[in-house]
């Protein structure tokens, strides 16, 4: 069966359909993998993967990353350290299987805190609450296109500071100190218009809302400047919402692409599991 593409959302993502993860040829590879880089998300539907066919499928685009440091450290089902749960059920002790519990997560991408972030991250639908907890995607490298001049203008090739002290249900990171101020919090500098190294096009690159940011500026001009490219990015023509379904896997590309999460119902269940492609880069800047 030919792989076919189909959008999602006028800005991100496709779908992908006539693939079985469990058993692709390689170029059948190759045509997820060029719908991945083209389309920053790329949603496949009614897998039946366990976790062996989770981490094969994943170490195809490249080495995997440990699991990001959230409110409880790095959870992992026993003998898989590269997968990473990310659910509310709790176990009979009464602690949480894995990360993010079933509050919104805040717009984000991975671990922009780090030197080099991760290239990719994908999650796979193992239980799936009756409503809420959609994830959305935010297009940046639409977002990119269409930032108006006067914001252009006012970031030119400025770096933003991404914070390592919470993740985005809201969560302190295991071990870090609380703050908010963006000078004293842990984190990385990376310019905020990169250029994407598969494509070669601009994203706007801004992490996270919370203790970020933009170099060169005062406090207030530089959280007036955020205010107005965060409401620039979020708008609606710049968005996908995916409504989950068992048996689907998602993976987005973490350079050009942020996501957040709805709340939902603390007595459903969520279960997700989760792998994270190394970073094959540090982002470089667009400008050159
Ligand atoms: C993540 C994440 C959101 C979700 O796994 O990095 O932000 O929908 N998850 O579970
Ligand atoms: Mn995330």
């Known amino acids: 069966m030919a792989v076919t593409v189909r959008p999602l959302s006028a800005a991100v993502g496709v779908e992908v359909l006539g693939v079985d993860l469990k058993r692709m040829s390689e170029a059948?590879?190759?045509?997820?993998?060029?719908?991945?880089?083209?389309?920053?998300?790329?949603?496949?539907?009614?897998?039946?993967?366990?976790?062996?066919?989770?981490?094969?499928?994943s170490r195809r685009f490249g080495e995997l990353d440990p699991p990001p440091n959230q409110e409880r450290g790095r959870i992992s089902p026993p003998g898989y350290p590269d997968i990473y749960v990310v659910s509310n059920v709790l176990d009979r002790n009464g602690d949480p299987i894995g990360a993010l519990g079933n509050g919104e997560a805040v717009w984000h991408t991975d671990m922009s805190y780090l030197e080099m972030p991760p290239d990719a991250s994908m999650l796979y639908a193992l239980e799936i609450p009756p409503s809420g907890g959609n994830?959305?995607?935010?297009?940046?490298?639409?977002?990119?296109?269409?930032?108006?001049?006067?914001?252009?203008?006012?970031?030119?090739?400025?770096?933003?500071?991404?914070?390592?002290?919470?993740?985005?249900?809201g969560y302190l990171r295991k071990g870090v100190t609380p703050t908010d101020d963006p000078m004293k919090a842990p984190g990385a500098w990376h310019p905020?218009?990169?250029?994407?190294?598969?494509?070669?096009?601009?994203?706007l690159y801004l992490?996270?809302?919370?203790?970020?940011?933009?170099?060169?500026?005062?406090?207030?001009?530089?959280?007036?400047?955020?205010?107005?490219?965060?409401?620039?990015?979020?708008?609606?023509?710049?968005?996908?919402?995916?409504?989950?379904?068992?048996?689907?896997?998602?993976?987005?590309?973490?350079?050009?692409?942020?996501?957040?999460?709805?709340?939902?119902?603390?007595?459903?269940?969520r279960i997700m599991h989760r792998t994270q492609i190394k970073g094959s880069g540090k982002p470089i800047a667009y400008a050159a």
Not at 28 to 56: G, P
Not at 221 to 245: G, I, K, M, N
Request: net charge positive; with cysteine; proline share 4%.
């Open 28 to 57: 059948e590879f190759r045509a997820v993998e060029r719908a991945w880089y083209e389309h920053s998300v790329i949603l496949l539907r009614n897998q039946q993967l366990d976790d062996n066919h989770l981490l094969a499928f």
């Open 135 to 169: 994830t959305w995607f935010c297009g940046m490298q639409a977002a990119a296109a269409a930032l108006p001049d006067d914001l252009r203008r006012r970031l030119g090739t400025r770096r933003v500071k991404h914070d390592g002290t919470y993740n985005s249900g």
């Open 192 to 203: 905020a218009i990169l250029k994407h190294p598969a494509n070669g096009r601009p994203t």
């Open 207 to 269: 992490g996270r809302r919370r203790n970020s940011y933009i170099e060169g500026l005062s406090r207030a001009e530089s959280d007036a400047l955020l205010e107005a490219l965060w409401a620039h990015c979020t708008q609606p023509q710049f968005l996908y919402e995916h409504v989950w379904r068992l048996g689907d896997l998602v993976m987005w590309d973490n350079r050009s692409t942020m996501h957040r999460r709805d709340p939902f119902d603390g007595a459903a269940r």
